[in-house]
DNA sequence: TAGATTGTTAATCGATTAACAATC
DNA sequence: TAGATTGTTAATCGATTAACAATC
């Protein structure tokens, strides 16, 4: 499994896969070809292929792929092996979504606190998990090793706490905020942009009431 | 104006441009080159020249782009000179969430009704608007012309909730549930798969612990 | 063994970047 | 006019698809 330079149009698609390999190994199924699971996922089967040979051959030939087992490796690549410890800031409705969102759970993203900036939330508790105030975000860090941020908070202070996260070791962060945040190239940032997608929602959606599709 | 086979990889982006330019338009620049503009946003010159001539000649040689006029068209582009009517179905924190985003109203995305499967809930108010029962689904839409639907509903009445919405002549989906909706071509598809988005930064995040980066 | 299907190389396609003539 | 910067063509790069030899 010797990754090196495996761009990050494969790795997007890698998420993909495994969830229609774990549907399909829920259902049962013990093997699948690259042209079974190309009609499935309607990608080719040349895709499927080089995607996953960029991990090293998880397949046989003559055979397919084992499901089970590709699921697992899988995971492995996408790290999903090992636990994550995260803290949400910013208890609105989004963060409340996400902390109540079990499957991240399942999936080894330990959500370790919640941190919200209004002192009417401090002591509430959101899924059995007690809401903090941001003046503990420092010693909470270092308190519970945590290294993913999530970050569903206003744009007009993510830059700012997204600084106190990288300053304390926080390795990654999943951010909400409508901003792109400047960081240091060894923190790894995921943006969710909602507006983003609803704008390309638009785009695509005007464009066939012209008729142009 | 003439768009024809624009890549999605360009209309990707152009949220983005949009963004910034309102920044900057906010602040009151009044003219920008591909130069400056490339600096700011970490995209090569180039590429943003292309980008923007996709759809026509917005700048002007010797001067750079218009910011505000830049903004206006890349916004009509969008379509967000126009106003579309939504619904949201499934009033979980994930809907409540985007109920309570005004943003989108402000771009042109009326909600126009909220709806939820669970009967505690019908009759309730969020942010003013009334939650319906899924039995009004259809004579809802008819009535006020909805044209996009949002999805913030498990995954396994999501393929049954989106046919339900496309039957009706809803022609666009902004899909929450994890799953791939299979619907007809001429239906637009705006898939929000959070639990991929935290796996790639996952990967990311494992790869750079292994030192690869 | 024969058939099936992978792993992998080669060909194609599309997207990005570079270069520069057009022109404000 | 001279300088700046776009619009656009050409070159490069990377990603996808096709083809097929290797092999189970």
């Known amino acids: 499994m010797e990754e090196k330079g495996i ?70 690549i996408l790290g999903l092996d090992q636990t994550h410890n995260l803290i949400i800031i910013g208890t609105g409705h989004l963060g409340q979504a996400l902390a109540n969102y079990m499957n991240f759970e399942r999936r080894g993203f330990l959500i370790k606190g919640l941190f919200d900036n209004d002192p009417k939330l401090t002591g509430t508790l959101v ?50 905020a409508h901003v792109d945040l400047q960081l240091p190239p060894e923190v790894q940032v995921e943006n969710v942009h909602l507006s983003d997608s609803l704008m390309k929602l638009s785009y695509n959606l005007t464009r066939q009431e012209k008729g142009q599709v």
Chains 1, 2 share one sequence.
């Open 7 to 76: 761009s990050q149009a494969v790795i997007g698609r890698l998420p993909r896969y495994f969830r229609f390999l774990g549907e399909l190994k829920d259902q049962g199924v013990e093997r699948i070809s690259s042209q079974e699971l190309s009609y499935l996922m309607h990608v080719t089967a040349s895709q499927i292929r080089q995607d996953f040979n960029n991990f090293g051959g998880f397949g046989q030939q003559g055979y397919g792929y084992n499901v089970a087992y590709l699921y697992e490796e899988i995971g492995k």
């Open 127 to 176: 899924r059995g998990i007690e809401v903090r105030p941001m003046s503990e975000l420092e010693s909470f860090i270092t308190a519970h090793n945590v290294d993913i941020g999530v970050l569903t908070i206003p744009k007009t202070s993510a830059e700012d706490v997204a600084g106190r996260l990288v300053a304390c070791g926080v390795k990654a962060i999943w951010n909400f």
